[in-house]
Nanobody, 123 residues
């Protein structure tokens, strides 16, 4: 089992940037596919971006060209760089892991989750 802790959330203005971190302990995060999800009030938790153990990446359409997922194996951490933020990006952001060759986009596929970090974007 891997333990995950997100950080880096906060308040940003529209057009601004934030970088989220997902620090892993217990296992090497590069052994897993790591996904970032987000959940806005009253909405379902949705896939944002993912990175496989081999380094493949996937993004949902509404963050392509704005968000970038990356991993630092030495720090056992996955990052989500968020640029050109919009008010609709406001949500709690979660990272999660699963042992998979691919990058599942369904939250039910993931079995280890962090506690989440709040991102609020003001207009």
């Amino acid at each position: 089992q891997v333990q995950l802790v997100e950080s880096g959330g906060g308040l940003a203005q529209a057009g601004g940037s934030l970088r989220l971190s997902c620090a892993a302990s217990g296992r090497s995060i590069s052994s897993f596919t790591t996904g970032w999800f987000r959940q806005a009030p009253g909405k379902e938790r949705e896939f944002v971006a993912g990175i496989s153990g081999l380094g493949g990446r996937d993004y949902t359409d509404f963050v392509k060209d704005r968000f970038t997922i990356s991993r630092d194996n030495a720090k056992n951490t996955v990052y989500l760089q968020m640029n050109s933020l919009k008010p609709e990006d406001t949500a709690v952001y979660f990272c999660a892991t699963v042992r998979s060759l691919g990058i599942p986009t369904s939250k039910e596929a993931y079995n280890s989750w962090g506690q989440g970090t709040q991102v609020t974007v003001s207009s």
